[in-house]
C-alpha cells in the first residue's frame, strides 16, 4: 500500500535535487527530476526517495552554476542574445525565477513556450521535456519546488536553445493537432523498434520529445497547438534521419508484446522501475500516457524494446 502520495514525493525529490547541476560528464543531461516525475505519475511515489538516493551516488553531477548577469524578460534584445549560451544558464534561470514569482505560471508558459520552440531540438530535447515534467508538477501543486523546477526546465531550454531543422510554418489552426500528435508518437514508436541502433538510449528522444510537446499542449492555447506539432514532427523526423533509417517491416515484433491492458501495462511499467534507468522510466510513462490517449500497440513495443536494450548494455544507463 502506497504511503506517499505523488505530490508529497515530487516536493521531497524537487527539493533534494534543486541544487545539483544541470548535467553530468562531458555533456551528459540531468534526468533526475524527470524521471522521478515519471515515476510518481504511474503510481511509484514511494520508490521515488530510493531512486533519487541511488542516482545521486552514481551520479557526478557538475555543480549547480550562479548567476552572473541579469538578464531582462521585458528586453527582446538582452535575451534573445543569450539563447543557446549555456554559460548563461543561471542567468536564465534566475530570470524564469523572477518571472514566475511576478505572474501566474500558466501566463509564463504562454509567453515563452512559442519564443523557445523553434529551439527545442537543443540537446536531444532534453530542455523541452524538463519543461513538460516540471509543467505536470506545477499542475497537479504550484508550490515553491514546482516553481523553482519549472525555472529551471525553461532556463535549461533556453540556454541550449538550438535550431537544426526549422519547423515548418503553421498554416492549420488547432482543430487535429492533438490527433497528429498522437499519430507522430505511434510511428516513431514504431521506428524505433525496426531501426538497427548502437545504443537504444539516443533515438529514445524522436519518441519523448513530441510526447513532452503534446503533454503541455493540454495547458496552452489552441492556436498554439499547431505551431507546437509542426516543431516536434521536424525535430523527430530529423532524429529519426540522423540516427538512422528503418530496415525492418513495421513494428516487426509487435507480436511478442500484448496490447496494453492493464495487467501489460503493469508488467511494462514494472520492468522498466526494476532496471531503474531514466529512459526506460520515462519512456514506460510515455507508453502507458499516450495508450489511454490512442491505444496502439506500437506504444508497449518500444518501451519493452527499450528496456530490453538497456538491460543488455549494463542495466543502469550512465549518460
Known sequence: MATLTYVDAMGEALDRLRDIGYEHGGKLVNHAPMAAEALATMGYADVVPTWVDHNLKIRRYHERPQPRWALAAADE???????????????????????????PWTEVLHTWWPRL??????????????????????ARADGDAQRAEL?????????????????????????????????????????????????????????????????????????????????????????????????????????????LDATAEAALVAEAVELGDEHAIKLAEVAVRH???????????ASHAATRQLRAFGGYYYG
Do not use: K
Not at 549560451?85 to 530570470?95: I, N, T
Not at 523553434?118 to 516540471?134: D, E, F, K, L, Q
Not at 495508450?291 to 513495443?301: G, I, K, W
Open 77 to 103: 534584445g538582452d535575451w534573445r542574445s543569450a539563447l543557446g549560451e549555456f554559460a548563461r544558464v543561471a542567468d536564465w534561470s534566475a530570470m524564469f525565477e523572477r518571472e514566475l514569482a511576478e505572474r
Open 151 to 259: 525555472a529551471q526546465g525553461l532556463g535549461y531550454w533556453a540556454a541550449r536553445y538550438s535550431v537544426h531543422v526549422p519547423p515548418a510554418e503553421a498554416d492549420q489552426d488547432g482543430d487535429g493537432a492533438l490527433a497528429a500528435f498522437d499519430e507522430l508518437v505511434a510511428v516513431s514508436s514504431g521506428h524505433y523498434v525496426r531501426t538497427p541502433q548502437g545504443h537504444p538510449v539516443p533515438l529514445i528522444h524522436a519518441i519523448t520529445g513530441p510526447a513532452a510537446v503534446r503533454l503541455v499542449c493540454q495547458y496552452l492555447p489552441t492556436d498554439q497547438h499547431w505551431p507546437s506539432y509542426q516543431a516536434a514532427r521536424a525535430n523527430s523526423e530529423w532524429m529519426r534521419s540522423y540516427y538512422g533509417s528503418s530496415s525492418a517491416p513495421e513494428a516487426s515484433d509487435a507480436d511478442e508484446i500484448a496490447p
Open 291 to 301: 495508450n489511454a490517449l490512442a491505444p496502439d500497440h506500437r506504444y508497449a513495443v
Open 117 to 138: 520552440l523553434p529551439g527545442m531540438s537543443g540537446v536531444m530535447t532534453h530542455g523541452v521535456i524538463r519543461t513538460a515534467h516540471a509543467v505536470r508538477s506545477m
